[in-house]
C-alpha cells in the first residue's frame, strides 16, 4: 500500500486507523452481517452509530444540553442560505432584517451574497483592503442586528480569529468549516456552529450544524421543508434519509480523537506542527507566509515565493508543487484564486508530515541558490 502526505483543504486526510477500521468493517458492521452503506436509516442497527456519533461530539466540544446537533447534507455553503432563512427571513414584501457579515475572504463573502437575498445584509468590517490577509478588529453589533456572522478559520487565506467575538445578546453565527474540533471552543459563545465534514471531521456529505434551541423555529412558512432547522431538530436528522456512511465514518474520526486525548490532546499537537511549519518559513531565504502573525491559521498555511518577479514567481510555485508531488507531498497548490502554495494540516495530518515537508523544503530552497 502507498500513502502519500496530503496537505489538501478539502476532502482531505483521514486518519490511518479511521480507513483500517472502515476497510475491516466495509462488509460486515458490529456483526450485523451488512454494510453501513445497506442499512436503512431507521434500522436498530444504524441508531447506535448515529447516537454515538451525536454523542462523542457533545462530549468533545462540550456540546450544552440546550444545543441541538443536526445532521444534514449540502455542505456549508448550504448553511449559507438556510441561517439566513431560519433566523431572519421575512415574507415577501415586509421589511428586511438586517445581519451582520464579517469579511475576512471568500467563504465569508460568499456567505453574505447568499444572505442578501434574504436579509439586508451590513458588512462594517473587512480584510479586503490587504488581500484578506488579517481579521479586522471585531465591529460591535449594531441595534436590531439579527445575528452576527464570521468564518472562525479561513481555509483559503489561512486566517483565523484570534479569539471569538462577544456578539451581546445578537446571536453569533460561525463558519467551522476548517477548524472544528482542532481547538478548545466554548460553545456557549455561538448560536450556530456549522462545518462541511470534509476538512476536519470526516468525508464529504455530511455537515454538522450545533444550534441553540430557541434559534430553532422561526423560518417562514414558505421556507422549504429540508432547509427548515426546526424540522430537521424535530426528526433528530432523520426528516429524510441522511447521509448515513459519512456520519458513520465521523463516528469513527471522532472516536479516534477520542483516544488520542480530546480536544485539548489535539489542540496541543496542531499549535505544535504550525508552530513548526511557521518557525520554518520566518527563518526561509526563499519563501514567506503573507499572512499577519496575530491572524495565522493553525489548519491552513499559505506560503509564497518571496521572488518578485511574477514569471520567475510562477516558475518556482509550478516546479514547487510537482516536485513535492514526485517527494510524496501532494495537493500543496494555493487556491485557484489566490496562488503560491498552502499546506492544510489538519487533525489527521500527523507531526511526520509537516517535517517531511520542511525537509523538502529544505532541499528545494538549495536548489534556488
Ligand atoms: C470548504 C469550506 C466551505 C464550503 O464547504 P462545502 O461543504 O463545499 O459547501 C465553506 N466555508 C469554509 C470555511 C470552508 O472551508
Not at 481555509?155 to 453569533?172: A, C, E, F, N
Not at 516558475?315 to 489566490?338: M, S
Request: glycine share 8%; charged share 20%.
Amino acid at each position: 500500500m502507498k500513502r502519500v502526505y496530503n496537505f489538501s483543504p478539502g476532502p482531505s486526510v483521514l486518519p490511518l486507523p479511521v480507513l483500517e477500521k472502515a476497510a475491516a468493517e466495509m462488509c460486515d458492521v458490529n456483526g450485523t452481517g451488512q454494510s453501513v452503506m445497506e442499512m436503512s436509516h431507521r434500522s436498530k442497527d444504524f441508531k447506535p452509530i448515529i447516537e454515538k456519533t451525536e454523542a462523542l461530539l457533545r462530549s468533545l466540544m462540550g456540546i450544552p444540553e440546550d444545543y441541538k446537533v443536526l445532521f444534514l447534507q449540502g455542505g456549508a455553503s448550504l448553511q449559507f442560505s438556510m441561517a439566513p432563512l431560519n433566523l431572519a427571513a421575512v415574507p415577501e414584501g415586509e421589511p428586511k432584517k438586517r445581519a451582520l457579515y464579517v469579511d475576512t475572504g471568500i467563504w465569508a463573502k460568499k456567505a453574505a451574497d447568499e444572505a442578501s437575498k434574504y436579509v439586508e445584509v451590513s458588512i462594517p468590517a473587512s480584510s479586503k483592503d490587504r488581500a484578506y490577509t488579517y481579521i479586522p478588529q471585531a465591529p460591535a453589533p449594531a441595534h436590531g442586528d439579527a445575528y452576527y456572522h464570521i468564518t472562525l478559520n479561513n481555509t483559503i487565506v489561512g486566517t483565523r480569529w484570534p479569539s471569538v467575538p462577544d456578539t451581546g445578546s445578537v446571536p453569533l453565527v460561525a463558519d467551522v468549516s476548517s477548524c472544528i474540533l482542532s481547538e478548545t471552543l466554548d460553545v456557549r459563545k455561538f448560536g450556530i456552529l456549522y462545518a462541511g465534514a470534509q476538512k476536519n471531521l470526516g468525508p464529504a456529505g455530511l455537515t454538522v450544524v450545533i444550534i441553540r434551541e430557541d434559534l430553532i423555529g422561526h423560518a417562514s412558512s414558505r421556507t422549504p421543508a429540508l432547509l427548515r432547522y426546526d424540522i430537521h431538530a424535530g426528526e433528530a436528522s432523520m426528516y429524510n434519509t441522511p447521509p448515513c456512511h459519512a456520519i458513520y465514518m465521523t463516528g469513527l474520526v471522532l472516536q479516534w480523537l477520542e483516544d488520542l486525548g480530546g480536544v485539548t490532546a489535539i489542540e496541543k499537537i496542531n499549535r505544535e506542527k504550525a508552530g513548526l511549519f511557521y518557525s520554518y518559513l520566518e527563518l526561509s531565504k526563499h519563501f514567506v507566509s503573507p499572512v499577519e502573525k496575530n491572524s495565522r491559521s493553525l489548519m491552513n498555511i499559505p506560503f509564497v515565493p518571496r521572488e518578485t518577479d511574477g514569471e520567475k514567481r510562477k516558475r518556482i510555485e509550478d516546479r514547487f508543487v510537482k516536485e513535492a508531488a514526485a517527494a510524496g507531498l501532494v495537493n500543496l497548490a494555493g487556491h485557484r484564486l489566490v496562488g503560491g502554495m498552502r499546506a492544510s494540516i489538519y487533525n489527521a495530518m500527523p507531526i511526520e508530515g509537516v517535517r517531511s515537508l520542511i525537509q523538502f523544503m529544505e532541499t528545494f530552497e538549495r536548489s534556488l541558490n
